[in-house]
């Protein structure tokens, strides 16, 4: 018989409450059990104390015997000291799916585009500016080489 240590759901609707049990991994995941060996109550806050209760020696005498934990009750028995958990790697999780990596790939390309268009926007504004400082400066030169002729006569 494969024997589990798991969690047996009970409590009212939205409102959680969970045995954590011994059982048969053929068992229904409320139905029979052999022995409840703790509580969890995932609606108090993460630090309380009352969170999680855990008959520590049954635990280990599961464990011992062959139990195998689910990835929760795994969770609660490395937090209490008990089995040591080695944490899960999924590079791949976090990766956007194609059309995601399309979506994205378009806003950079309009991005791009929209900055391209704004440097030459800018450079457009530039540009009269200079060339009236350029037609103003022959004047301004013109101007100034007349005072000096005036005042050399």
């Known amino acids: 018989m494969a024997v589990a240590i798991r969690l047996s759901r009970g409590g009212a609707k939205k409102r959680p409450y969970y045995r954590i049990v011994v059982a048969d991994s053929r068992a229904a995941r409320d139905g029979k059990y052999l022995e409840q060996i703790g509580t969890y109550n995932p609606m108090l806050p993460k630090d309380?104390?009352?969170?999680?209760?855990?008959?520590?020696?049954?635990?280990?005498?599961?464990?011992?015997?062959?139990a195998k934990p689910s990835d929760r009750v795994h969770r609660f028995l490395d937090a209490a000291g008990i089995l040591e958990r080695s944490p899960r790697n999924n590079p791949?999780?976090?990766?956007?799916?194609?059309?995601?990596?399309?979506?994205?790939?378009?806003?950079?390309?309009?991005?791009?585009?929209?900055?391209?268009a704004a440097k030459a926007a800018a450079e457009e504004a530039n540009a009269p500016a200079e060339e009236a400082?350029?037609?103003?400066?022959?004047?301004?030169?013109?101007?100034?080489?007349?005072?000096?002729?005036d005042k050399g006569e």
Request: hydrophobic residues 35%.
């Open 48 to 66: 309380s104390g009352e969170r999680v209760k855990l008959n520590e020696d049954r635990a280990r005498h599961w464990l011992s015997v062959g």
């Open 92 to 116: 791949k999780k976090a990766e956007p799916g194609e059309a995601a990596k399309e979506r994205a790939e378009e806003k950079a390309a309009k991005q791009a585009e929209a900055e391209e």
């Open 133 to 149: 400082a350029a037609e103003d400066a022959p004047a301004e030169e013109a101007a100034a080489e007349e005072a000096t002729e």
